[in-house]
């Protein structure tokens, strides 16, 4: 299996608990999704193809019905290649942001309209710490730190320190266009 990762999403939501697509794509909506997001689309794709390289099943149906819902359950083929995976090394991937190389253009042909976008680009960044912190309030009380919350609150801190540098780092630019002088004239 290539690195890419969704397939290993999936694979590690499913050892979490097994689901169904639609509890599956939920699952990523509420969690995984902030710092693996796929589309419904590419979650059921992702899962048919799981299902033909024989690293997850369906669960047999209770009682079979039409248009019931599968569950699907890792075999341990998949949690053999989701090891595999997580054992693997990997470099860390160059990080790309429209913003960044937008800002380098406005050094060449101006500044219009940048500004408004960096306070629009800080006031999402500041709702999405603050609903990271929420989450980290409500999930990871002081106590809870069985080797899986740990690592799982490690994951959402990473995310918390990210909105912190961005948040940090859209005000520090703001506050450098204040002092930039005839911003627009190039």
Do not use: C
């Amino acid at each position: 299996m290539a690195p890419m990762s969704l397939p290993h999403a999936i694979l590690t939501a499913l050892l979490e608990k097994p689901s169904s697509g639609l509890e599956l794509t939920r699952r990523f909506d509420r969690s995984i999704g902030y710092f693996w997001s796929a589309t419904h689309q590419q979650i059921y794709r992702e899962l048919g193809k799981l299902e033909a390289e024989g690293l997850i099943r369906a669960l047999p149906a209770e009682q079979p019905v039409r248009g019931q819902k599968k569950n699907y359950e890792v075999l341990p083929a998949g949690r053999a290649e989701l090891a595999r995976w997580t054992a693997a090394a990997q470099d860390p991937r160059p990080h790309r942001d429209p913003l960044l190389l937008r800002l380098r253009a406005a050094a060449v042909v101006g500044t219009e309209g940048i500004v408004a976008d960096l306070r629009r680009h800080l006031d999402l960044h500041r709702r999405q710490l603050a609903e990271y912190e929420e989450i980290e309030r409500r999930d990871f009380p002081p106590g809870k730190d069985s080797p899986q919350d740990r690592l799982q609150h490690l994951v959402l801190r990473a995310g918390i320190d990210l909105e912190t540098f961005w948040t940090g780092w859209l005000e520090h630019a703001l506050a450098e266009f204040a002092e930039i002088p005839d911003r627009d004239a190039k």
